[in-house]
C-alpha cells in the first residue's frame, strides 16, 4: 500500500463523514501512531495505515471499507489494530470536528508512551517518532521517559525490551541534542 499522506488522510476522514451523514449517524475516531504524527504533529509527511480505535464499530467497519474500495486502497488502511495498546490514562483531544465525524488524536505524553512500549526495530518508525516527541516534550532524563511509560501504558508493556529501547532512545536524543549545541 502507498503511504497515506495529510492530504489522503483528510480526504478520507470527509468521505467518512459523509457516509456518515447520509445513514444520519455521528462516529468518532481516536487517531494514534504514524497518523497523529503526520496529522497532528506534522513530524513526518505520512503514515502506512491510521491506527485509531473508533465507534460506532460496525458502522465504522464498513464505512472504512467502502472508502478503501472508492479510493483503491487496501481495507485495513484505517484500523484498530493499536486497541491493545490503549488505556484509560492516555490523554486526547479533538483534531477535527466535522458535521457527523468528530477525529481525536492522543497527546505527545500518551503517544511517546505508545512508541516506547512498542519498540520495534526498523523499518518501523518508532525510533525516529520517539526522537522527535522527546524533544517536544523537552525529557531531560531517562527516568522521565520510564515515569511516561509507567503513567500511560499497561504494566504487561513494561519490558525490557521497552526498557531498554527508552535508554536507547533517551542516549540517541542526548547525542543529537549535543551535537545540535556545537
Known amino acids: 500500500m502507498d503511504e497515506l499522506k495529510r492530504e489522503d488522510m483528510l480526504h478520507y476522514f470527509e468521505e467518512i463523514n459523509e457516509h456518515l451523514a447520509v445513514a444520519d449517524k455521528h462516529g468518532e475516531i481516536l487517531i494514534a501512531g ?17 491506527d485509531a480505535i473508533f465507534e460506532p464499530k460496525e458502522d465504522m467497519r464498513k464505512i472504512i471499507k467502502d472508502v478503501a ?15 491493545g495498546f490503549m488505556t484509560d490514562k492516555m490523554k486526547f483531544s479533538t483534531f477535527l470536528e466535522y458535521s457527523h465525524l468528530t477525529v481525536s488524536s492522543l497527546d505527545a505524553e500518551s503517544l511517546l508512551a505508545m512508541k516506547l512500549v512498542s519498540a520495534r526495530p526498523a ?7 520517539s526522537l522527535f516527541l522527546i524533544k517536544i516534550l523537552n525529557i531531560e532524563s531517562e527516568d522521565q521517559l520510564l515515569e511516561i511509560i509507567n503513567k ?4 504487561s508493556r513494561h519490558t525490557l525490551h ?3 529501547f527508552a535508554m536507547e532512545a533517551f542516549s540517541k536524543y542526548t547525542k543529537l541534542k549535543q551535537h545540535d549545541n556545537m
Open 34 to 50: 504514524g497518523a497523529a504524527l503526520t496529522l497532528v504533529f506534522q513530524a513526518r509527511n505520512s503514515t502506512y495505515d491510521i
Open 69 to 83: 474500495q472508492a479510493n483503491g486502497i487496501d481495507d485495513d488502511w484505517l484500523n484498530d489494530a493499536v486497541k
Open 123 to 129: 523499518p518501523s518508525k518508532d525510533m525516529q517518532d
Open 152 to 155: 500511560y501504558t499497561h504494566s
Open 162 to 164: 521497552a526498557k531498554f
